[in-house]
């Protein structure tokens, strides 16, 4: 068997990577992080793009879930961290991560 890394081959069998980031960070997920939490929660489309984008450094802090591959990003869940007020470096799980989407991974054999 040839060794695929001296051919120039890569390994495609492998599923997609899950990467946990901020929203603030990648605003691409923006809408399909308030639709994912509508699914669950219903509220306007407005009132949840604007709860989500007060995200920053600082808190509320919105993390998202998200299943990336060679030809597609997924997102599959979101987190809210919120700050304890009187207490400015500590904080809460305001939301915990919702996980709405079910997805699979090829065998890996």
Not at 82 to 103: K, L, W
Request: aromatic content about 6%; hydrophobic content about 35%.
């Amino acid at each position: 068997m040839a060794d695929s890394s001296s051919s120039g081959l890569q390994d495609t069998t492998s599923g997609p990577e899950i990467i946990i980031i901020p929203l603030h960070e990648d605003w691409r997920y923006l809408e399909d992080c308030a639709k994912l939490l509508n699914s669950e929660w219903k509220r306007s489309m407005e009132a949840r793009l604007h709860s989500l984008r007060k995200c920053s450094d600082r808190f509320p802090l919105s993390l998202v879930m998200v299943s990336t591959s060679e030809r597609s990003h997924k997102v599959l869940g979101h987190s809210r961290l919120a700050s304890i007020p009187g207490r400015s470096d500590d904080c809460y799980v305001e939301s915990g991560m919702t996980i709405i989407q079910a997805f699979s991974f090829p065998d890996s054999g």
